[in-house]
């Protein structure tokens, strides 16, 4: 389950108090002041982390708070600092303050540190007071207070290729046919309710990070169906791989499908239309050789571009779509796009 929306609430830790303390020891009747500082309190750190593609494990407890520090002893002793509280997330990850609206942070590369709330700072002991004027200080700091803070964290998937498409177009066949993925796959439209990734092994250490997106309807750039909740996640992949339907159940046409689509991509705004797009008529296996190279054909001349023709469901045509998808996102990968390794 793809959990891409959610809110944590976060509490630093406070800092420890000074110490006041006057030394007291036989022989030394002037020891002076020796009150320890106290320590930090625990600052709360988002951490990028590659493995997680969900944020589904924050919502069961969404409470994160880090211990205080602790306060400062006699004979100089300074209290000890209390443990960051780490807190993983998947790359992809935007934060916003609840309460101002601002943008906190956007996590995007394995090993990230974001602290969202810093911990209070240990208050000075009277031994840090002391000086020739004022030789024995009878005052110290309190600790610094904690910082709550309410966040809503949105997870933007970050892939090298988006399979788009009207529904039941065959994208999660195709993802499951190239990808160790298991989406839902059925025949009827809309199976595919929240994105799934797979990552494709081309071999050689060649790895492709692929989305499955949900199916786009007319209206989507409006909000209709999935809409927005669609479109957000297409804008954080490098390439599109747009898969159309050779034999549509409804009996529409493939082009004007395609056309459908792209005008939903249009309208949501430039940064879909300047991706790479590679175009894939999906489902060949439903068709004869001279209707399927006659649709390429048509396809072709209106698009001035290659059309990759393959069958999911029986994998014949999918090496080589991929092997395009991989040439046309390297130059993403060389940029540092890719959350996987180069």
């Not at 002041?33 to 493995?51: A, K, Q, W, Y």
């Not at 199916?215 to 159309?244: N, S, Y």
């Not at 430039?270 to 390429?296: F, G, H, S, Y």
């Amino acid at each position: 389950m793809l959990v891409d929306r959610c809110t944590i609430f976060v509490r630093s830790g406070k800092g420890g108090n000074g110490c006041v303390s006057l030394r007291r020891e036989k022989y030394r009747p002037k020891g002076g002041p020796d009150g320890g500082n106290g320590g930090c309190g625990g600052d709360i750190v988002l951490v990028g982390e590659l493995g997680l593609s969900t944020l589904v494990s924050l919502t069961p407890r969404p409470h994160f708070r880090a211990k205080n520090g602790q306060p400062g002893l006699g004979s100089s002793k300074h209290g000890p600092n209390a443990d960051h509280r780490l807190i993983p997330v998947p790359l992809g990850t935007i934060v916003v303050d609840r309460e101002t609206g601002e943008s906190v942070a956007e996590i995007t590369t394995d090993g990230e540190q974001v602290i969202v709330a810093k911990g209070g700072r240990g208050g000075y002991g009277n031994e840090h007071f002391k000086s020739a004027i004022n030789q024995t200080p009878r005052e110290a700091e309190p600790g610094g207070d904690w910082i709550e803070r309410t966040l809503d964290l949105e997870l933007k998937l970050l892939a090298d290729v988006g399979l788009v498409g009207l529904p039941n177009a065959g994208k999660s066949t195709l993802l499951a046919a190239i990808t160790a993925a298991r989406p839902k796959i059925a025949a009827y439209p809309f199976t595919t309710k929240s994105p799934h990734l797979g990552i494709a092994e081309l071999g050689a250490e060649r790895r492709l990070v692929v989305a499955d997106l949900p199916g786009l309807i007319e209206g989507a750039a409006d909000g209709a169906g999935m809409g927005h909740d669609f479109l957000r996640h297409v804008e954080r992949t490098a390439v599109l791989l747009h898969v159309i339907d050779a034999a549509p159940i409804d009996g529409s046409d493939p082009l004007e499908n395609w056309r459908l689509i792209r005008g939903e991509l249009e309208a949501f705004g430039d940064i879909l239309t300047q991706k790479i797009e590679l175009v894939l008529l999906n489902k060949c296996d439903l068709i004869d050789e001279d209707t399927r190279d006659a649709m390429v054909a048509s396809l072709s001349s209106v698009l001035g571009r290659d059309v990759y023709t393959a069958s999911g469901e029986y994998g014949v045509g999918v090496r080589e779509v991929m092997e395009a998808v991989w040439q046309a996102a390297r130059p993403s990968r060389a940029a540092g796009w890719s959350t996987d390794e180069k």
